[in-house]
């Protein structure tokens, strides 16, 4: 889970995603979130009456082995009528890592 926090009374916690700086009009948090994919989180405090604070930046880098491609069997032919299709997925059996950077 990710949580954001500023020390200013009534401050909105404004914060982007893909290492762009926040604005006033970015995604507003609300409360803590799961991150599944690498994200390169920036957060800045804005509140009326106050300058915007300094921003905040960590990246997050998804460490999760990848699902196995499908394998398709038949890999394709022609055929007249119908033609039975299977499909199969090797999983890996890593377990679950992530890890962050600042």
């Not at 404004?14 to 604005?23: C, G, I, K, N």
């Not at 300058?51 to 905040?56: I, L, Q």
């Amino acid at each position: 889970m990710v949580t954001l926090q500023c020390a200013t009374l009534a401050a909105q916690i404004r914060y982007t995603l893909d290492a762009s700086e926040p604005t006033s009009s970015s995604l507003l948090y609300a409360e803590p979130f799961l991150l599944d994919h690498n994200a390169t989180l920036k957060a800045k405090g804005f509140r009326d009456g106050m300058n915007p604070s300094s921003t905040a930046a960590v990246a997050f880098t998804n460490t999760l082995p990848a699902v196995g491609t499908p394998v398709i069997s038949p890999s394709g032919e022609l055929f007249t009528g119908s033609v039975a299709v299977a499909w199969m997925t090797s999983c890996t059996s890593s377990p679950p890592t992530a890890t962050r950077s600042r």
